[in-house]
């Protein structure tokens, strides 16, 4: 079964600038979270999708946004670029279903460097 | 989600059994403890997962405390590939989906 695929794995934008990240979550899984992590501040939770709606949303300003498609492929899209954005963007995908425990399995992440 | 708290660096010699330990006392009942590795610049690859029995996968076998308090991680033949940071997170079913992690244990596995 192929895993969970992030596109592109390198990016470098500039302050100011918008960036889009794709995840492809593993077949059958409808649910996609996505983290960010930096060296200051670890692994955080950004938010999560299931069937196209956000079910769960992380401490993050209004900038970062998401959105996930009816083959559970999601994107999460980053506005106005900060230094700070500069992270490996991490999704994850797992079954999505509630009452039992749902294992996540991520993808490679997507390396976003900020100028 | 429960707090845990790990040691920052752990070293095993090649061949020997890893044993990590994380310390999970605010845990309440409905919460699992779960295990998380990352190898440098990867994604976090999951381990195992338990509730209150010790579980045992082909990876890993999971040792939670009768008091649920804390649990330790074994790896039962260490290789140079298991180096990684290793997390223990603490949640239940309807955080499985938005893990909290923390600063993790660094595992150095050494010839």
């Known amino acids: 079964k192929a895993g969970v695929t992030q596109t592109p794995r390198y990016l470098i934008k500039t302050r100011g600038q918008q960036v889009t990240l794709s995840c492809s979550p593993i077949s059958g899984h409808r649910s996609v979270s996505w983290y960010q992590q930096t060296p200051g501040q670890g692994l955080q939770f950004l938010f999560e999708y299931f069937s196209e709606t956000q079910r769960n949303k992380g401490n993050f300003p209004g900038r970062f946004s998401g959105r996930q498609f009816s083959n559970s492929r999601s994107e999460m899209n980053v506005s106005t670029l900060e230094l700070g954005d500069s992270a490996l963007y991490l999704c994850a995908s797992s079954k999505g279903q509630r009452g039992f425990t749902d294992t996540q399995y991520f993808g490679p992440g997507t390396r976003l460097t900020v100028l | 989600d429960a707090k845990t708290t790990q040691p920052p660096s752990m070293d095993c010699a090649e061949g020997r059994a890893a044993n990590l330990p994380c310390n999970h006392s605010?845990?309440?009942?409905?919460?699992?403890v779960y295990w998380y590795r990352q190898i440098h610049s990867q994604g976090p690859q999951y381990i195992i997962h338990?509730?209150?029995n010790n579980e045992t996968n082909e990876m890993a076998s999971l040792i939670i405390t009768e008091d649920r308090k804390s649990s330790t991680l074994i790896l039962p033949h260490a290789t140079l590939r298991d180096t990684a940071v290793y997390y223990c997170i603490g949640g239940d079913t309807g955080t499985a989906s938005k893990l909290t992690f923390g600063t993790g244990t660094r595992l150095q596995v050494t010839l």
């Open positions: 605010t845990i309440s009942g409905n919460e699992y």
């Open positions: 338990g509730l209150k």
